[in-house]
Every structure is written in C-alpha cells, then in structure tokens.
C-alpha cells in the first residue's frame, strides 16, 4: 500500500473539491452544547471556508444557518460565541429571526415582486450527540451513521458529564491531510515525541481502523497524563481521553496549505484550576511538536521532490483508512 499522491495535498483544486464532496457533506464538530444552553445565544465558526452558525431559538430549538445575508452575501454574525436578538446583518441592516425569517430589509424602496418571506436564510443541519453539538450543511447520511463505530467505544464513558473550560486554536502552514495522516499513526512518537516515547509501552503501540473511526492505544507509564487512548473520527475530528477529562479537536482546513486545529478541552471538576492548567499545556505541548514536521512535509510535497512511498502494515493501518475514505469521497461525484 502506497501513501497518497502528492497531488492530493498540493492542488488548489483538491481543496475545492473536498470541500464540496468532504466537507459540505459530512457532520462537522461545532463544540460543547453547554455554549448553546440559553435562549440567543449562538456559535458561528468556518467548515473548510464556508460559514455558518447555530443559534438557540426562543422556543428554546437549536436551529442551524449559512452565515451569509441574502442581501449582498455578507457575514452575519462574528466567529465565535456570543448572544443576539434579531440577527442585523452589518452591511445593510436587513434582520433575520432566529428561525431563519427575514423581519426588515429597511430603506430598500419600493419593489412590487419583493416579498420578505421569499428570502430566509439558508438553513443547515443539527444535531446533538451526548452533549457535543454537530453540523452538516448537506449531509449524505444521518449523524449516527458517520458516528460509525464510536457509539459503542464511547458507551461507558461519561463525555457528557465533563464540563467545557477553554478553547484554544492552533494554526500552521500544511495541508490539512498531512497532519491527519500524522495524527493517524503511532509510528513518528519516538522522533517526534521522546517525552511522550518515554512515558507508554511503544512496543504494544496498536492502531485499528474501524467504521467511522481509528483507534490508537497504549499501555501507559508513570507520568502520561492520557489514558492511553485516542480517537480520531471521520473526517476530521479528535477525542482523546485523560484523567478527571477529555479533549476534542476539529482539523479545519483554511485553504489548500493552511490548516486551524480548534481544541476544546472538558474536565470533571473545573474548580482545580492548576491540574487544568497543567494538562492542557502538556496537551498543546505535544500538539505543537508534530508543526514543523507536517510543514517541511508539505514543503516537500509542494515541489515535486517527493513520490509516493510505502505504508507500514503495522503502525500506518490509520493513514491507509483516512486516505481511503478521501478517495472515495473525491471520486463519488
């Protein structure tokens, strides 16, 4: 089993295309539901580019849209977290209810064929999954069957009762495959990361791919502060497991060579603010170790220098699933 074509990390085209065949039509991890517990208050954030944003409705619904004003297409609402009443499009002031509805389109003049009600807003897809909200603007299945096989490996663990501390987003100059094929594979931890080499059995190192999901384990030793397990799903999100918590990530690509890591970290007592602190420190620290490797890879890609090279059998079984997953997609036009 060969590594993926260069092609695929380098082309501006294969961004578009998997934006529109990945990532438009898969379910996307938006964050904690605990953001979204009161009435206005809404999360927008980007999928690869496109913008969208979830609100809390005063019927108390969640209701999801493209964040875009059908006016002249401009941004509605800032990235982020925050509260509204009726969403006031900063270009022109045309306002929208938080079902979608345009309320005003004030000094736009007489016009005998506009009708308020023929311009709502685009809506998109959501779901809540124990406690995690997620996204899809077109999906081509329901969110428990992209979930795959992680609704069995989560069942005994109690995700919904950790409570959301911080955010944190990470950037950095690769495509974002490239770093998912990194995520994906035990195989770089002893050049990469000695202190995380030190601290588990490498030699019982296991990764298997299964539906939705590829699974990393290892036995660890005195001093790691995971669990000895980490998740990665389909597409492009994370789960990995530690004591008293947990950290989710989505891979969020910004353009064909620039992606956004968007960590959200959940304890089981956000009152021991030095063990959090200290946690998610070490965590981002070994997040940030596999940067620089991921950008001179693409640099290596990105000219010609590189040709496909060989899988392991034994530690890449998660870059050949990955790989094969965006493969079919891309050719499922």
């Known amino acids: ?39 206005g208050a809404y999360t927008a954030a980007e999928i690869a580019g496109l ?29 982020g977290n925050g509260r509204c009443g009726p969403i ?11 079902e979608g509805r345009l309320l005003a389109a004030p000094w736009f003049g007489e016009d005998a064929v506009f009708r308020k009600e023929d311009w709502p807003l685009k809506p998109i897809n959501v779901r809540e999954w124990r406690g995690l909200v997620f996204v899809a603007i077109a999906p081509d299945r329901d969110l428990e069957h992209q979930l795959g096989d992680l609704i069995t490996e989560l069942a005994d663990e109690p995700i919904e009762s950790y409570q959301a501390v ?23 931890i002893p050049g990469i990361h000695p ?25 660890p030793r005195e001093g790691l502060f995971y669990r000895g397990k980490w998740l990665w799903m ?24 620039r992606t956004e890591l968007i960590y959200n970290f959940y304890f089981s007592d956000p009152s021991d603010h030095s063990a959090i602190e200290d946690t998610i420190a070490r965590n981002l620290a070994v997040v940030r170790e596999d940067f620089e490797i991921c950008l001179e890879t693409h640099k290596n890609y990105a000219t010609g220098a590189y040709t496909a090279g060989p899988l392991s059998p034994r530690h890449e079984e998660g870059v050949r699933y990955f790989q094969d997953k965006v493969k079919e997609s891309l050719a499922a036009a």
């Open 51 to 79: 913008k969208i944003f979830v609100v809390r409705g005063r019927d108390e619904a969640l209701r999801g849209f493209r964040n875009v004003c059908r006016h002249r297409g401009a941004r509605l609402l800032p990235e």
């Open 1 to 39: 089993m060969l590594n993926l074509d260069p092609a695929f990390y380098t082309a501006p085209g294969t961004f578009i295309d998997e934006r529109d065949r990945i990532f438009a039509k898969t379910w996307q991890l938006l964050g904690p539901v605990s953001r979204l517990n009161e009435r």
């Open 234 to 257: 389909w597409p492009n999100w994370t789960l990995s497991l530690f004591a008293g918590g947990m950290n989710t990530s989505r891979i969020n690509p910004l353009d064909h060579q």
């Open 88 to 98: 006031r499009c900063p270009y022109h002031n045309w306002a929208y209810d938080d």
């Open 195 to 219: 202190k995380f080499f030190a601290a588990i059995d490498f030699k019982q190192f296991s990764t298997t791919a299964h539906d939705g999901l590829v699974r990393m384990t290892a036995p």
């Open 166 to 188: 911080r955010e944190e987003r990470l950037a950095f100059d690769a495509n974002w495959k490239i770093y998912t094929d990194n995520f994906v594979e035990g195989y770089h």
